[in-house]
């Protein structure tokens, strides 16, 4: 690879853990209850609000970054996490934090697919496209690095500073990552979609991913397993909590958590020579997340549901690299971020609906909730139209 390229991963990987080094993600709830003042009710509304705007944002903010260029659209990300932190951390008020909760849904849309889009580019301009399943690995642990660092330190801050420290000096993570994408070298062949109009990108984008049908499918195999992942995240503390674990240790499950992640991000390729095949190992990570969901619906013995947490929430909120890898041998580079965005748009979509159902779901009963996304997982193992000629490396 061309030594400036190669720089500018790392730069990249950077970028990827400062965005990611959330002081405030191990006292969030405090944060919002005893801080703030707010009931658990309201923070599941600011939730959905959050997941409603990334929704509304996701396309409009991908065409921007193809039309305007990634790096730009990466350090204006940046400066809007920065005014939401401040936001955040100025008045403990429920309408106050509805503002903040747009600008966070604003500056994730901002990065999400530009990232990708990025390093996708720039491996396609040092022809090595064929190290892309590597590369977007190592970018999603960079990420994960960065939350799991964050995590701890915030728990400090807190303790030594209050409660609203932790949000407030999210202020300096995010000025050092604008610093990091402020130096990238935008890759010449995503510059061409600065010939067409803003809204001619945005129709070219929707176009090409309504008449690919291989893009459908891997999208959709790809949204359902990482919304079932997704609610681990929020269903992970009660099942600690209903089997008897003290709240001071959900901070180390919480890392085991991510660990595991980075572990299995990283292990593609061993676990694909393993299976000897691409198809077989989403298989296996598809069966693998509904049966844990579904043992840990039937117990609350400690040890089986840590089990349950760090390995079925690890297999499936590892899958997305796989996907955005294979995604993008099938985008050009001009529409790329757009159809990128669109792909991640349908995930905020089906976690907006499924949001309040798995909620009213988990009010009623959680253990039959674990056994219900569990099936859902496995019946989309056995039923994905995933063929092994659609897996390009």
């Known amino acids: ?34 801080w703030a003042g707010i009931t658990f009710t309201q923070i599941m ?57 747009f600008l966070w849904a604003f500056s994730l849309a901002l990065v999400s697919g530009s990232d990708e889009a990025f390093v996708y580019d720039t491996l396609k301009k040092a022809k090595e496209t064929k190290r892309s399943k590597e590369v977007f690995a190592k970018l999603e642990s960079f990420g994960l690095a960065g939350i799991l660092t964050g995590a701890p330190l915030g728990s400090i801050i807190a303790a030594k500073l209050g409660l609203r420290m932790p949000m407030l000096l999210l202020v300096v993570p995010f000025t050092i990552a604008a610093l990091v994408a402020s130096t990238l070298r935008e890759p010449k062949i995503t510059k061409k979609a600065k010939q067409k109009k803003y809204i001619t990108i945005l129709k070219d984008g929707i176009r090409f991913f309504s008449k690919n049908k291989i893009l459908q499918i891997l999208t959709l195999d790809m949204v359902v397993i990482l919304s079932v992942g997704y609610f681990m995240i929020w269903l992970y503390q009660p099942m600690l909590k209903q089997a008897g674990l003290g709240i001071a240790y959900f901070g180390i499950v919480h890392a085991s958590f991510v660990i595991s992640q980075i572990l299995i991000i990283n292990n593609y390729r061993n676990l694909e020579n393993l299976l000897r095949s691409k198809k077989r190992l989403l298989f296996f990570t598809a069966f693998v997340t509904g049966i844990m969901f579904i043992i840990g619906g039937l117990t609350t013995y400690l040890p089986i549901v840590l089990l349950v947490i760090i390995v079925g929430g690890g297999f499936a909120l590892s899958r997305r690299p796989l996907f955005i890898s294979y995604m993008n041998k099938y985008i050009p580079s001009q529409k790329r971020a757009t159809v990128l965005s669109t792909i991640s748009m349908f995930r905020r979509l089906a976690l907006v609906i499924a ?39």
């Open 1 to 34: 690879m061309i030594e400036p390229l190669r720089v500018d991963l790392w730069k990249i990987y950077a970028f990827k853990f400062f965005i990611n080094l959330h002081f405030i993600s191990a006292v969030l709830v405090p944060f919002f209850i005893d």
């Open 45 to 101: 509304i600011l939730q959905s609000w959050f997941m409603l705007w990334i929704f509304i944002l996701e396309i409009p903010t991908g065409t921007l970054a193809d039309y305007f260029g990634r790096k730009n659209s990466l350090v204006l990300a940046c400066i809007i996490n920065i005014i939401a932190a401040v936001v955040y951390a100025s008045i403990p008020n429920f309408y106050v934090f509805l503002f903040g909760e």
């Open 355 to 393: 949001n309040p159902i798995i909620g009213m779901l988990a009010d009623w009963s959680l253990n039959c909730t674990l056994i219900i996304l569990g099936v859902v997982a496995l019946a989309s193992s056995f039923i994905s139209r995933i063929e092994e000629e659609h897996l390009i490396d």
